[in-house]
């Protein structure tokens, strides 16, 4: 059993910052990479960044410049450090790692940029 647990959603003003953190537990021998996406109603979900196990990073164009990702292999933990945000950021995040055994995902925070 893999668990993802994600916290640090929340309401945020336009312009504000929120960190976003990603926790992996269970039967895990091997992350490869990790990843933040989102979604919002009637809408596919989308890639927002990923991060493989070398750090190589891959962003969406529409968060480039204002988001981050990082990990902590020790801890089995994934970051998204999200500033600069816009209303068209509010989204449902969620948390999926790709491991030797299959991809697994969180069950998604909210996001809310609003004035």
Known sequence: QVQLVESG???VQPGGSLRLSCVASGSISRINAMGWYRQTPGKQRELVAGITSDRTTIYADSVKGRFTISRDNAKNTALLQMNSLKPEDTAVYYCSISTNSGRYWGQGTQ???SS
């Open 9 to 11: 959603g929340g309401l």
């Open 111 to 113: 996001v809310t940029v």
